[in-house]
Each structure stands twice: as C-alpha cells, then as structure tokens.
C-alpha cells in the first residue's frame, strides 16, 4: 500500500509530519522502513523487567522522540505517559498498565509499517 | 585579514533521525556537520571554530550531554561568535531557563512542527552574529591602529626628547656629551642600584626608561634667556633665581607635548625635569622636598648631572680632575645627596669615568685642557698625548701659572681657538671693551659686536692667510670702538700657532692688543707742526706744494689759483725798527691777510718776507685781477704800521692755464712776480706768455736773498 495510506490509522496528522520532513516523502519513507529495526522498545521491556528504572526512563523517552518525529502521536503519547511515570517514581504495578498501553501502541505501528509499499 | 567565512551548522543529536531531519531543514544553506555526543561535538568545534554560523544541540546524549558542549563552549569564549540552539523534548520551563543562563541563543522544541519557523530562527540568529562578529572584527582593527599609532607617537616622542636635549646643549654651548653621560651615569647608577638593593625592584626595562628620561633634565633651559645661560661670570641673585626656574619650565614643556602624559615615560620625565636640582637635605629648588620625598630617579639624574658638572669644560667654569670632583661630591661641598645613593657612586666613580670620560680604557688620559689651550674633542693630538695623572696635575698648575701671568701683566691677550671658534682674553679686555671674556662662536661675535669696522676686519682676515708657520707673526695698526664709544687705535700683535702634521694645520692665534692711541695722536701732532711756520702759524712751504700737489693730483680737475706776494722794503723795516719789528709785522700779515680771503683758501709763507695764496676754483683772469688788486691794496694801505713804504708786489698764476704742475707754476709765478717788480712794484701781473723772453732772476725757486728769520 501507498505510504500514507498505510500509515494512517497510526499518524495523526501526515500533512505535519511530511511537513517536519520539508516534503522529503522519500527522507520520511526511509526512516519509516528503520523504525522496526529500533531497539528501544526492547529495551525498555528489558530494563524495566531488570527494574533499571533510569534506564527505563531513558529508553522511553528516546522511543518518544522518534515516534513523536515520525508522527506516531499515539505511540509517542505512551511513550510519554512512562517517561512521566517513572520521573514521578512509579513502578510495578502502576507502571504496568502504562507499559502495556506502549506495547499496544507498538504494535500497531509495526503492522501499519509492514503493509508499506517497500 | 579576512575574516573565515562561517558557513557550516553544527547539528549534535544522538538521534540519527533527529540530526536527519534537521540536516533536510538546512542543508540547502549551509554545509553540515554532524556529531552523536557532546565529546565528537567538541573535536568538531575544535578544527572548525571559525567555519561554524551556528550550532544545534540536544541535550541528552551519551559521554558529555549539551549542558557539558555549553559550558566547554563558554570557557572557550565561542558563546560570542557562534550562536547555540537547543533542541529538546523537554518543555519545561526549567529548562528552557537553564539553557538560557548557560548561554544558548534560543531553545527549540522537539519534534519540530514548523520546520520553516525553525530556519527562520536560526538564520536570524547567523546574521546578527555575523554582523557582530564583523563589528568585533573592526573594532579589533582599529584597537590594532591605535596601537599602531600610539606606539609611533611614542616613538616619535622619544626623538622630540632626543631633538629637544640636543638643542639645549647647543645652545649652551656644551659639547654634545653631556645628555650621552647623564644617561650612561644614570644607568649604570641604577644597574648598580638594582643588583645591591633587590627591595627597591628595579626592572631593566624601569631602568631604561628612566635613562632615556634622564636626558629630559634641562630642556628647561631653552626658556632661560641666553645672556644667563652663557653668562662666564658669576650670576645676580636675579639671574639665578630665574636659572633656577629651567625645572619648571621643562615641566611646562613635557605637559605640552600631545598625548605624552599618557606615557609611563612621561612620569619619570616630569620628576626628573622638575627635581634634579632638589636637596635630600630640603635645601633644593624648585619645591624643597627632602629624603625620599624627592623621586629616587631624579636623585639619580642629580647625582650623575653634578659630577658631570665638575668634571667637564663649562662656560663658567674650567674642568676639575676626576679625583677632585669626586672628594668634593664625598664632602658634601656640592650639595647634599641619600646615602645610600653617595655610596654607591663612590663604589662604581672610577669606572663610570673611565667609561664615559676617555678616550681610552687603558687608565690613561686624553689631556682636555680648559679652553685657552683647547681644541676640539674630535680633533686628536698627533702620536698619544696620553698622559698619567701626575702630568696631568702638571700641566694644571702650567696653566694656572699662564693664567696668572697673563692677568697680572695688566694687558689684553687673547687665544683663539681656531676649530672651536672660541676666544678667551685677560681681564683687561673687559674693562676696556666691556665685553665677556670668554667669547664662543667668535667669528660671529666680532662682526657683529661693532668693535672694529668691516673693512678692517676683511683686511685682516686676508692678512691672517697668508701667515705660515716659518711666518706666523702678525702686527697691524687698527681703530677699535671701546666701551663708552670712543674709537681708539691699537696696534694688533700676534702668532699663528700650528700642528699637525709637519705642523701645517693653524689651530689658532695669541696674541697682544695695545692701546697706540697717545703715539698716533703724537705723530698727528708732529705731523700738524710739519706743515706750518713756527713764527707766523701759517702753513709753509712744504704744505703749499703739498696742497698744490693734491689739486694738480685729483682727478677732477679743479682749477685754482696761485699769488706769490712778495713783500717790498721789507729790509727797511728790520733796519729800522729791528728784527722784532720785521717779527711783528709778519704776525700781523698772517693774522690780518686770512681775513680777505675764504675759507677754502690757503695762505702760507714761503720766504723770509714772502707768502703765496692759493685760490680754490678761481681761474678767471678778471677775478683774479681782482683779488690781486685788492691784496696789493692791504699791503699797501691797510697794514698800520709807521714803516716806511710797505707794499708788495704779487705775480699770478692760473691751473691749468699757466702750468700743469707745481714746479711748472713756480716758474711762472717766478716770472711774474719778477714783471710786477720791474714795472714799479706795488702791484701785481698776470703770468702772460710774453713774458718768457724778459731775462729775470727768479727769486722763488732758488735762494732768496732776504734773511729767512726762523
């Protein structure tokens, strides 16, 4: 499927996205096609299953930014909503269902990417 | 030098994609650099620090984060020429502030929505850089100027000084030394002073400035009026107290100079110019300080003018010996002075003497006699005159002797010095010319002085070249005016003296002015007699022909007259009444026969009983007639006397008319003296050519019978 078409039920708004790209759709495409090969969602499972709450908080907000500068709103919204929650201390259970809303987010995301057109 | 164009951006964000996206806003403008942490950012600033217009920072990042790129960047001093952005998620308030207080342009959030405002932002921030850098750059440039410039004035400064010191030493008539060893003295005194007194902290570079300084001390003298300055003699309380205000002066003149007081020199210059006559006992001019009051400087710059004072040729004074000058330095008989200061210059007296004041470090000297005997410091006497102390303390008292002699002789002498055009005379010279006696620059002074007139001067200048050394003496007659106005004729007396080699350079002259006044006056007198009769006051023979000659000689030709009078029965009148009574008659012919004649006539007698009349301009024959009949008619009638028949018979004759010269118009005259004697006497004749055929004796030319009473 056409990039943006695919992308859609995951990006909010394409127009600013494209726009933060300058219009370079190809630019926009490449780094479409990098995100699943990003660690930082693994990572962040990783730490917070080590209960590296630093790290944890590191990794979330890292996936934020790339999620948030590929107009992966809802995806960058979780990812923020961690971030805030581990700076305020919270863990364990309190975490989890946060953590949870991430992976879903995640998810979605990898599957809008792979119905991309290569 | 042209500033580096900036024309790179600085993108440092661990994000791949971060950097990617900020590399698509500004690719097109500017070349990009990119680096993933603070450390790689900095390696980067390091090479191209001049190329950066801007950078674009993240905060968090591995190894250095931005904060850490920030205050590496402030402690560099890059803050000013290259603007930074902060690019971060954080929206807090908190951190935007810190990002600001660590000296970021502007913070921009992340993600971008606006990536045109973003560019808009970055390149407003570039050109206000830009344009300050550019202004830094001018401003730097013309600090650089400034500099420049200030270091020239400096410079130029420094030469006013030197210029300034050397006039004053011209116009002083010193030699050019003096500012050369106040400023060699004051060094070494100080270098001396720097290795024994570490405390006082005297760096080489201090001590140089001070040095140079140094030669400032007595610029103020170019306000002293020259008659003080060049004064031989000892000052008026006056005179001195206006000397005294040179340190003053010299002040006034530093404060004048442009942009000086600015100068770290000029505060060493001022001290010394106003102090180096200051006392450490307070008794100094121009402010009485005392002690260490008084610039150590310009204690100094005193200490080293003092002994240089009493050491060298002044106008006033002759020069001491070394050793001299230094007992009466130690002896406080030449002021008084720190210490610690007087003992350091006794310590280095012998070398600084040595240094500065021979011609020759080999403990000999060059004799610098004073300036009756002196010649010039560049002038070098033929094989070494070089003599040991003992001559030299020798040929001292030879020359005090010399002045001594000369002086009690009660005569002018002078010397002169041919190559320092310099005179010296004895006293008398002053008393009879009221002039200095010791005259610099005098070749100069006596044509302008007055006392002798150009012409004689020329004529003695081009006397004077043709001496030699076998022909060196010199005597000549000339009329001076002396103090008071009166001209006066001294008789010019004196030697060429010559060295050398084979002795053919003439350095100058002794010699003898006497005053031959009375002698020429005498000689006038005799000379006066020489011309006229004894007996009658008139003028005789030998000024007639002498007058006559003078008329006959001159070119312009004037005609004049000649009576001969001879005096008739002048024989009886001795017979009768004696020889007083011929006496007596005479007198009163040469008292009364003036009175008939003018001022320009002449009447002399010639003979016993004879008087001829010269007759200025008088040629006509009608006129002189005249007159001739008017002298027979005195003769004849008016002389009152109760002698028999006394008359006299008158021959005439004319120039050029009847002759050319004297001896022509004698003859003539002769003949008609003889015609008027043969008609009958008492009357006169005409010379007339006729006249040479009558036989006649001539009584005028050869000898007379009458008796010639003397």
């Known amino acids: 499927m056409e990039l943006m078409e695919a992308l859609r039920p995951v990006v909010a708004d394409g127009e600013q996205t494209l726009r933060r790209f300058m219009g370079n759709r190809a630019l926009y495409q490449k780094f479409v096609h990098k995100f699943p090969q990003d660690e930082n969602m693994s990572l962040l499972e990783e730490a917070v299953a080590a209960g590296d709450w630093a790290g944890a908080e590191r990794f979330a907000h890292t996936l934020k930014g790339v999620a948030a500068n590929l107009g992966f709103s809802e995806l960058a919204q979780a990812a923020s909503d961690v971030v805030a929650a581990l700076r305020r201390g919270e863990e364990g259970a309190a975490l989890s269902p946060l953590l949870e809303g991430v992976r879903d987010r995640h998810r979605d995301v990898l599957s809008a990417v792979a119905r991309c057109d290569p | 030098m042209q500033a580096p164009c900036r024309d790179t951006l600085l993108i440092v964000d661990d994000s791949e994609l971060n950097r990617a996206i900020l590399r698509e806003i500004f690719y097109r403008e500017y070349r990009i650099e990119e680096a993933e942490n603070g450390r790689l950012a900095l390696e980067v600033v390091a090479r191209q620090k001049d190329r950066l217009a801007a950078l674009l920072l993240d905060l968090v990042m591995p190894e250095l984060d931005g904060f850490g790129v920030l205050e590496e960047l402030a402690r560099q001093g890059l803050l000013e020429s290259i603007p930074v952005f902060l690019i971060t998620a954080e929206t807090s308030a908190d951190i935007a502030l810190q990002g600001y207080e660590n000296g970021v342009m502007d913070v921009i959030s992340k993600p971008i929505t606006d990536p045109s405002i973003v560019r808009k932002r970055v390149g407003n921030a570039v050109e206000l850089f830009r344009g300050r850098n550019q202004l830094a750059q001018l401003v730097e440039e013309q600090v650089q100027t400034i500099k420049a410039q200030s270091e020239k004035l400096r410079t130029t400064n420094a030469s006013i000084i030197d210029m300034l010191s050397s006039v004053i030493e011209f116009r002083s008539g010193e030699s050019g030394q003096h500012v050369r060893r106040i400023r060699q003295a004051t060094r070494m005194l100080l270098q001396l002073l720097a290795t024994e007194y570490p405390a006082y902290r005297l760096g080489a570079e201090e001590i140089e400035m001070v040095a140079s300084a140094a030669a400032m001390h007595d610029i103020g003298k170019i306000l002293i009026p020259d008659y003080i300055l060049n004064k031989p003699g000892r000052l008026t309380a006056e005179e001195f107290e206006e000397m005294k205000n040179h340190t003053v002066y010299g002040c006034d003149i530093l404060e004048s100079i442009p942009f000086f007081q600015e100068q770290e020199l000029f505060r060493y210059c001022y001290d010394i110019c106003r102090h180096h006559h200051e006392r450490w006992d307070g008794l100094g001019y121009p402010d009485g300080l005392a002690g260490s009051d008084i610039p150590l400087w310009a204690q100094v710059v005193s200490l080293a003018d003092v002994y240089d004072a009493l050491v060298s040729q002044r106008v006033y004074k002759k020069p001491y010996p070394h050793p001299v000058a230094v007992e009466m330095i130690r002896s406080g008989e030449c002021g008084v002075f720190n210490p610690l200061l007087l003992g350091l210059f006794l310590r280095c007296a012998d070398e600084l003497y040595q240094a500065l004041y021979l011609q020759d470090g080999e403990g000999k000297t060059h004799y610098t006699p004073p300036i009756g005997l002196r010649r010039s410091a560049s002038y070098h006497p033929p094989e070494a005159q070089q003599l040991s102390d003992r001559t030299l303390a020798l040929l001292e008292r030879e020359r005090q002797k010399y002045h001594w002699l000369s002086e009690m002789s009660g005569e002018i002498l002078f010397d002169y010095d041919r190559q320092n055009d310099s005179v010296e005379f004895t006293e008398k010279y002053q008393e009879v010319f009221g002039d200095s006696l ?113 008329a006959v000689c001159d070119p312009a030709r004037q005609p004049f007259s000649l009576l001969f009078v001879d005096l008739d029965n002048f024989k009886a009148v001795n017979d009768t009444g004696g020889h007083l009574a011929g006496d007596r008659l005479l007198r009163e012919i040469a008292a009364k026969l003036p009175q008939k004649l003018r001022a320009t006539d002449m009447v002399a007698r010639v003979g016993g009983d004879e008087f001829a009349v010269f007759l200025e301009g008088m040629e006509r024959k009608g006129l002189l007639a005249k007159k001739a009949g008017e002298i027979c008619r005195f003769f004849g009638e008016e002389l009152g006397h109760p002698s028999p028949g006394i008359s006299a018979s008158v021959g005439c004759v004319r120039y050029p008319a009847d002759g050319k010269d004297y001896k022509a118009l004698l003859q003539r005259a002769d003949r008609a003296l003889y015609t008027a004697k043969s008609r009958g006497k008492n009357q006169f004749a005409l010379y007339a050519g006729e006249m040479e055929g009558e036989p006649y004796r001539p009584p005028l030319l050869f000898s007379t019978e009458n008796e010639l009473p003397l």
């Not at chain 2, 006596?446 to 081009?462: K, S, W, Y």
């Not at chain 2, 005597?475 to 001209?487: A, M, P, S, Y």
Request: net charge neutral; with cysteine; aromatic share 10%.
């Open chain 2, 438 to 550: 010791r005259i610099l620059h005098a070749s100069d002074h006596i044509h302008r002085a007055g006392q002798i007139f150009p012409e004689d001067l020329r004529r003695i200048e081009r006397e004077l070249q043709a001496l030699t050394p076998e022909n060196a003496l010199y005597r000549t007659e000339v009329q001076l005016t002396v103090l008071g106005g009166q001209r006066v004729w001294f008789e010019l007396y004196m030697r060429s003296l010559w060295e050398g080699e084979n002795d053919r350079l003439c350095t100058g002259y002794m010699g003898k002015l006497s005053s031959i006044d009375e002698f020429k006056r005498e000689s006038a007198r005799w000379r006066q007699q020489a011309m006229h009769d004894y007996l009658t006051g008139l003028y005789n023979r030998q000024a007639l022909e002498t007058r006559v000659n003078a």
